[in-house]
């Protein structure tokens, strides 16, 4: 017989030990973990959502402005803001994604604790919630700049595809698995912020891949961000056509990075909780 409970001890709460988490996360529970970011991100600061499109905003018109004043044109075309546009928004939907999605256990940690919620719950909600607002702000910016801007440009909306999927599957692979390295080595996070600084100036944002020497090329082809940042500019360059691309190459580099981190999350998640 099994000892009586006594009414007056607090319920324990349940807790994510073995047999208790699901093996797929739910819509319901995805979408409950989106809203709840909405509100702490965007929803308690002055303009909310209005400072994810003036933030890259201001990085382009900067570099635009800094840059024509050095140079009399930029590498294609003749506006240096939409030059500067079509590198910058790719890396940044890029590292928007890496960076929250390698915080999303931290930041969903009390709720993980929950046999309703678990790590691919929160994971996905970071990914969804980032990729739908990093591709509306790369729409509205792009869109406002052709606007504005004096430029004839002819649209090709294939490359362009191509490059925001490369850039949301590299987000999502390295953001997996630096969420599981941070969780079980805090010290990765800074390790990790001081080996990817130049990565900025790596990516293509202010040059393209053909301005640089021989030895440069051979270095920068394995950043498959060099790689985004050349699609992206086929959609706006129609005489553009870069022969260096490797379009299975940037996918794969995210996959493989995605598949390391799910084995190293599904394996030591728990760890990583209890810790």
């Not at 093996?23 to 929803?43: I, Q």
């Not at 590299?170 to 390790?191: F, K, Q, R, S, Y």
Request: hydrophobic letters at 50%; glycine letters at 8%; charged letters at 10%.
């Amino acid at each position: 017989m099994s000892a009586p409970t006594d009414p007056s001890l607090p319920t324990p709460l349940p807790t994510a030990g073995p047999g208790t988490t699901r093996p797929f996360a739910t819509p319901r529970t995805v979408m409950a973990l989106v809203l709840r970011e909405m509100s702490t991100r965007y929803g308690r600061s002055p303009g909310g959502y209005v400072w994810a499109i003036l933030e890259p905003l201001g990085s382009i018109i900067v570099l635009g402005l800094g840059f024509s004043l050095l140079l009399r044109s930029p590498s294609l075309g003749s506006s240096f803001i939409l030059f500067y546009a079509t590198g910058y928004l790719p890396f940044n939907l890029y590292q928007s994604l890496s960076l929250t999605i390698s915080r999303a256990i931290s930041f969903s940690k009390p709720l993980l604790f929950y046999p309703a919620v678990t790590w691919v719950d929160a994971v996905l909600a970071r990914f969804i919630l980032n990729s739908l607002t990093g591709i509306l702000v790369t729409y509205l910016l792009l869109a406002g700049i052709l606007a504005v801007a004096d430029t004839r440009v002819v649209l090709d909306a294939q490359p362009m595809l191509v490059a925001i999927g490369q850039a949301m599957i590299l987000g999502l692979g390295v953001g997996v698995l630096n969420c599981a390295l941070i969780g079980l080595m805090p010290t990765w996070e800074m390790v990790w912020s001081i080996f990817t600084r130049p990565l900025f100036l790596a990516s293509g944002i202010f040059y393209i891949y053909e301005d640089l020497p021989q030895m440069a090329q051979d270095i920068l082809w394995y950043n498959p961000l060099m790689h985004v940042t050349g699609y992206m500019r086929m959609g706006f360059y129609p005489m553009y056509e870069p022969e260096y691309l490797a379009p299975a190459y940037a996918v794969g580099f995210g996959l493989i990075c995605l598949t390391m981190g799910l084995i190293l999350l599904g394996r030591y998640h728990r760890d990583i909780l209890n810790d």
